[in-house]
Every structure is written in structure tokens, then in C-alpha cells.
């Protein structure tokens, strides 16, 4: 599967140009407010004709100016999760689910009410109104809604925006399961970090219109250029990580990384699970030997792949940690003592750890570590 | 007891009232729906015209709108003379007549709250069920219509509620024949003219008002209803 985009639109002084593709997982659009990810979706969807341009799911063409086609939405078979649910107010839960699929060609349905419902924990809710919904039951029928309607390829639009933490965190693994099982290939729009570390597949960055990165997701947060866009505090890179054990006596759980162990406090993860990691770059410090007589417990030996010297005091670095990428932003002073440069053989100490915890109310928690 | 002693011309003139009211409401319905959606929604050439002829009725004297209606619907106006020719209905000094007038008179009022109706609704709702794969006409009988019927109640009643009431246009138009085009309006005004009168008067102004009391009633039920459906309660 894959779909292609390539559109220009111009709404007043917006310029959109965005040109990128997207295959199968879940795909992040991700950029600030109004760097024009919404509109990309809506002309996905076909709810907004742009003035140029071409757009593909797995070959079938939905729009291409220059040959005058223009699917229109409802032909469309593009799936949409928008921001605030949508859900038809004067139908039942049963009737919105089965609202899209009723319309679906007999022969092109491949999801059926009893399993959406089931893959949603929504049995319980069939019968209620739309507006005896809570926020997050809301936002699983829109899901479950879209995905009867067996669409080609699924568009969420910020479908966590309205949600408090704990009801993010109780939907969060609804749309994981999405990803890995419905096998709809997912695009994704975001501006939280969080999320796409939790949720990407690949990234695809957009800023003031246009598509500035596109790629898997750990190498375009590892990117050293693009780490303004995420913003001095957040940016910062993930890592993947599998749960080695638990040590009961300083309530610890390990983890291996590519680049070596680490200690966090106790996850409450299964020996064998697999997580991803947030490590933000003005978390790591770097040593140019093996650290002693620190508190920090996690230091991972790894190399500077790339070095970017910043306005004023700070410097980011870009470092390799048995193949994964972690970014680290110390001073330029350090980098100077240290005689800091790409190629180097460092050790990176990483004093914060982010990561979610299954099934717990936060859905995103950081140690001090 | 002469308050329940109604006479037979009394009985016709009711009859005659919640049938004319009837129909003219129930009957302009579809038009005024139509309307309505061209008002709101409408990006066209004379939709300020088109709002202007829809409101004229309802700032114009009702002597004014029935003698334009005499002239255009009567036997030898070009409307109605083309109707009688071609499929023999007659509006002319008949009840037809009257519920014409009384039509056209609730149109106005029809038409605003059924466009308050439709601005009401939610085009995102639309939006969102173009994307399930619902085709135009479908969107509209499925989500938009069901969603603008608070205003729709509201507008049935408005007219069926100024049909009852309408005396000028009525009395211009088809005159107060006793039995053919007398309402309970223009009948209590002829029983208040003749001496005597004054007790048949009285019958049909307390028939009046409770006739007025249900339809407010009714229409409280049902936009109630309505209001929670829309809100999805």
C-alpha cells in the first residue's frame, strides 16, 4: 500500500506545497499549529479541492488537476477521524458505527460490527446517544465509525486534542492495535512528541506549508537540522528498548538498547516487552571516558556522528549509539574542552528518561534517573 | 348550554378554518423547505430578490397580498385562468381559495424558521458523512434533514398557526361565502356585524383560542423532541 500526495494550494497568504508519501503503519503528520497539516487532510479527503496537484492510494488516482479528475469524497473510500468526533447527534452509537458501512459495496466490506466493537471495548455502548458519551468513548466510536466503512487508507486529524491525559492514554492502545492489526494504513496528524513517538511508523515534518523532512520516525527526530522545529526544550530523539528484567531490591527495571543497558524505575512491563524510548537532547551529557562517581545510573558508549554549533552558548550534537541516533545539547564551552567533534568515541549520560507507562493514567511520565 | 350550541354554519366555518389551516401548512411544507435551503445555502444570481418576494407577504397589507392573489390566481387572472384550463382547479371564491391565501400568507414566517433550522446544523456533520461514502441526496435525507427538523416544526406551526388568524387577504380574495369560504375569522367578524350575533361570536373566538392553545401546545411537544434528538440525548 501507499499513497502518493503532491498538492499546491493557495488560501489567501497561506501557501501550501507539500509533496511527500506514505506507506503502510502509521504515518505522522507533524508541525505546529497552522503549518497547514489539517488542510493537507482535508484535501486528502477530498472536503477541499486544491489548486494543483496529484493524489494516489495504491495507484487508484482520487485527484490530478492536470487530468481533470476529481474523486469526490464520498467516493473516495478514504477513512476520517476529524477533531472534534463528528458523531451524528440524532443517531445511536449502532447507527453511527454502521452509518459508513451500509454505504460500503457488499463485496468491498472487510470489517464487520462485531469486531470493530470488540477491538474498541465498545459493546457496552451501543444503544446510548452520542451525547451520553464521554470524551474518550466518543472519539473510540468515531474510530470504530471510520474503520466499518473499510476505507483504503484512514485520516485522523488530532484525535486526541480534546482528550485530558488519562483519556488519551485509554485510547492510545486502541490505535496501536489499529496500526498492527486492521492493516488500514494510518496518516496521522500531530503536533504533540509524545505521540509520535508512541504511535509513528514514519514522520513526515511540515512547517509554514510545506514538507521540510519525510522518513522513518527515530532518523527525522535524530536529525540534527530539523531539531528547531521541535523546540529547544522537547527535541530529542527515541530509541527502542526491550524489558531485560526487574531488580526488586531499588525497584529498577532494565532495559537493553542498542547501545547498552539502561536503568529505569520500575515499568510495569512484562521481561520481553518492547518500548520506545524519549531521551530530549538537554537531557544527555556528554564524557569523554567512562563516567565515575555519578548519580546518573545510564551512561551508553556510542560515538559523534554530527555536530551543529548553534547561536550563543549552545552547541547539538548528533551521537551514534550502537546504530540508534540520540541527540545531545551541551555548551559550546564543552564542546571546546572536551575537543568535541564528529568521529569521537564519547560516553552519552542520559539523565531523564521519557517514556509512557502501559495502562496507567499518564500516559507520558519522565525520570530523573 | 349556548356556549356548546353551535349552529351548522358555525360547525362548517370551523371545519372549513383547520382544513384550510391545515392543508396551507402541510402543503407549503415541500416549497418552503426548498426555499428555505436556497435562502441559506443558495450562491446564485436573485437570491436577495428571491428573499425579498418570500418576505413581501409578510410587510405588505393583507388586502394587498389577497388582491394581487385575485389578480393572479382569479378566473380570468393568467394563473388561474391557465389552471382551470388545464387541470380544472379553481382558486376563485372557493376554499381552495382561501387556503391559498392563507398559504401564501405563513409562507413568510414558514420560510425564516426553517432557515434558522438549517443554519443550525452542523456542515462539518455533513462533511463527516461524505467521507462514510454517503452520496449527496443521501447526506441530505439522512443527516441534514433530520437535523433541521426542530426548525421545521417550528415553521409548520408558525403557518398553521397564521392560516387560522388570516382575515384581510382571505376576505379580498374569495370574499366570506357561509359554507364555502367562511373561516372562524371572517365569520366572527360577519356575527359581530349582524344584531344577534354576539353569542356565535363568542362560540367561535373561545374555538379560536383553543385551537391556538393545542397547536402551541403541540408544537412545544414536538420541538422539545426534536431539540433533544439534535442534541443527541
Known sequence: ?369 | MFLLDFRPDEITAIKRSRRGATGAAAGSLPLGILTALLLARGRFWGRGALDILVHLPLVLPPVVTGYVLLLLFGRHGPIGHFLEATIGVVFAFRWTGAALASAVMGFPLMVRAIRLGIEAVDRRLEEAAGTLGAPPLWVFFTVTLPLMLPGIIAGTILAFARSLGEFGATITFVSNIPGETETVPTAIFSLTQVPGGDAGALRLTLVAILLSVVALVASEVAARGAARRVAGL
Not at chain 1, 488530532?158 to 485530558?164: C, I, K, N, S, V
Not at chain 1, 530530549?280 to 564524557?287: E, F, L, N, S, T
Open chain 1, 1 to 369: 500500500m501507499s499513497l502518493e500526495v503532491d498538492i499546491e494550494h493557495r488560501l489567501g497568504a497561506f501557501r501550501l506545497q507539500a509533496r511527500f508519501t506514505a506507506r503502510a503503519g502509521l504515518t505522522v503528520l507533524f508541525g505546529r499549529s497552522g503549518a497547514g497539516k489539517t488542510t493537507l487532510v482535508n484535501v486528502i479527503a477530498g472536503l477541499l479541492r486544491p489548486d494543483r496537484g496529484r493524489i494516489a492510494v495504491d495507484g487508484s488516482v482520487l485527484l490530478d488537476t492536470e487530468r481533470g479528475i476529481f474523486v469526490p469524497r464520498h467516493r473516495r473510500r478514504v477513512g476520517y477521524v476529524f477533531q472534534g468526533s463528528r458523531l451524528f447527534p440524532h443517531l445511536s452509537v449502532r447507527q453511527n458505527l454502521l452509518y459508513g458501512h451500509w454505504f460500503t459495496p457488499r463485496s468491498e466490506r472487510r470489517e464487520q460490527l462485531d469486531r470493530v466493537v470488540a477491538l474498541l471495548g465498545i459493546g457496552a455502548l451501543l444503544e446510548r446517544r452520542p451525547g451520553r458519551l464521554s470524551g474518550g468513548e466518543t472519539q473510540r466510536v468515531a474510530l470504530g465509525r471510520a474503520l466499518l466503512a473499510s476505507p483504503r487508507l484512514l485520516l485522523m486529524d488530532e484525535p486526541l486534542a480534546a482528550l485530558d491525559e488519562a483519556r488519551k492514554a485509554e485510547i492510545l492502545p486502541y490505535i496501536e492495535r489499529l496500526r498492527d492489526e486492521a492493516g488500514v494504513p494510518i496518516v496521522y496528524v500531530s503536533h504533540s512528541l509524545p505521540e509520535v513517538v508512541r504511535l509513528a511508523t514514519s514522520l513526515v515534518l511540515l512547517e509554514g506549508g510545506a514538507v521540510v523532512a519525510e522518513g522513518a520516525a527515530a532518523e527525522v527526530m535524530g536529525r540534527l537540522d530539523l531539531s528547531a522545529l521541535f523546540g529547544a526544550r522537547e527535541a530529542g530523539a527515541f530509541i527502542e528498548a526491550r524489558v531485560l528484567g526487574h531488580d526488586a531490591a531499588f525497584g529498577l527495571t532494565r532495559l537493553a538498547a542498542a547501545g547498552g543497558e539502561l536503568r529505569v524505575p520500575r515499568l510495569d512491563l512484562a521481561v520481553g516487552s518492547r518500548l520506545r524510548l524519549r531521551i530530549r537532547a538537554r537531557d544527555v551529557m556528554i564524557a569523554d571516558r567512562p563516567p565515575q562517581g555519578l548519580s546518573a545510573l545510564n551512561a551508553l558508549a556510542g560515538r559523534i556522528a554530527a555536530l551543529r554549533l548553534e547561536e550563543g552558548a549552545i552547541a547539538e550534537l548528533a551521537l551514534d549509539l550502537g546504530g540508534e541516533r540520540v541527540l545531545a545539547r551541551v555548551t559550546r564551552q564543552a564542546v571546546h574542552d572536551l575537543a568535541l567533534a564528529p568521529g569521537r568515541e564519547i560516553y552519552a549520560v542520559i539523565k531523564s528518561i521519557t517514556f509512557e507507562r502501559q495502562n496507567a493514567a499518564a500516559f507520558e511520565e519522565s525520570s530523573e534517573i
